[in-house]
């Protein structure tokens, strides 16, 4: 099962949908390309996760309210890309219902990062609606659907580094748009991260100061709290480097001065739409287990309640060819542990054990307790791969982990074995999980 994200390259121009299919192609991308004429059928037949729209302005525009306004395509993301691409032509791209606007052509680290997170939110909706569906078999109402924000008025954005002349400018255009927080060292930008929640954050980059810089936004992705927030960077045309360094990053956008204000705010409002949906999907998630469907003791999902969206979720998975796996973590030592502290210090454990599982997983990840010291993270479109590094990460936080035992201060360390497999064809949730073991 190939499990690669499906793209449609929209063009009339052959030559230009034929060198955007083979770049899809270089990603891992199954890219597939069609005419103008052709593309909405295809769109229905053979559901992409996302489309790219290129070609003539009204063709395009006309083709995006099309596929917006029809119920079997309304949800798949369009990214409009045009050689002329300023404020005007993206504000009337988002009116027709884009859900990215960029230049053509544009950086490769750019349409790569925006494919991703598209097909991520796209990700998040799909399992959304599944455990609507797992949870009416329970008679419990499940998660509500939700919709992109509308408006918004309340953002808060971080601005650092030295602006100079560009902060009085940059705070003009976006004073009506939120709180706009300036710190002029990066480490100081980190303490305000630490503190509060920001929307995006915009780096504008010193020349000749590239490498600090850059290091921080590193530092921001590699943080698993901050990993999805979106960064904007601006740098000098002459900046060491240039684009490819700071998307190399962890931009999601670059600008290049001097900055269009207008068009700073327009592509500043489609990332903070898109990380405050995302937000909100990943708080639905959080708050949408019951009682029937969860294990008193961890409050994770049930082996009842994951078997059953397991089994749905591989079906939907071999009738798209859509990537599935599993990880399993097992608590080794916890019969040592309830035989040497007692079963109330082992249900300690186990709800610890459950707490970390559950506070490092994606929002679309679903983490269940089979039962005893077994536990299942269930992973929805992701490879082998890299679901291999989720289940590797969580095993090392829990395997480093001590927890005190009763009041006499001795500490107790959770030994956690991980397993991880993928779905495979013609393979059912039974036997993924028995394989995920080590049992087939």
Known sequence: MSGNARVLVVNDDPVEAGRLTKLMETRGYDGIHAGTQDALDLVRSSRPD????GGGGNSRLNLTRALKGHVETSQVPVILMAESMDSAAQLEGLRAGAD???????????????????????????????RRETSLLYGVKGPEMITPPAAITDSNLLLVGPADGDYERIEQALCDYGTLVHAHTA????????????????????????????????DVRRNARLYNVPIVCMISASAQGGSTNAFAAGAADVFHHPISMADLRMRIDVLVRQQ??????????????????????TGLYNHGFMMQHLTSLAADSHARSKSLSVGAFTIDNLAEINAGHGYAIGDKVLRQVGLVISTLVRGEDLPARLGGGRFILVMPETRLASAELVAHRIGSVINFTEMM????????RPHVTTGVAALEPGMSAETLLARVFGRD
Do not use: K, W
């Open 405 to 412: 035992a009763e009041d006499s201060g001795a500490t107790i």
């Open 100 to 130: 990215v606007c960029l230049p053509n052509p544009c950086h490769d680290l750019q349409l790569f990062g925006r494919i991703d997170s598209m097909v991520r939110l796209a990700t998040m909706q799909e399992e959304l609606q599944r």
């Open 187 to 218: 480490s100081t930008a980190m303490t305000y991260l630490e503190r509060r929640d920001f929307d995006t954050i915009m780096v504008n980059v010193p020349e000749g100061q590239e490498e600090e810089f850059y290091r921080f936004c590193h």
């Open 276 to 297: 405050r949906y995302r937000d909100t999907l990943r708080e639905v998630y959080r708050q949408a287990r019951n009682v029937a469907t969860t294990d008193s003791l």
């Open 50 to 53: 996302v489309v790219i729209l």
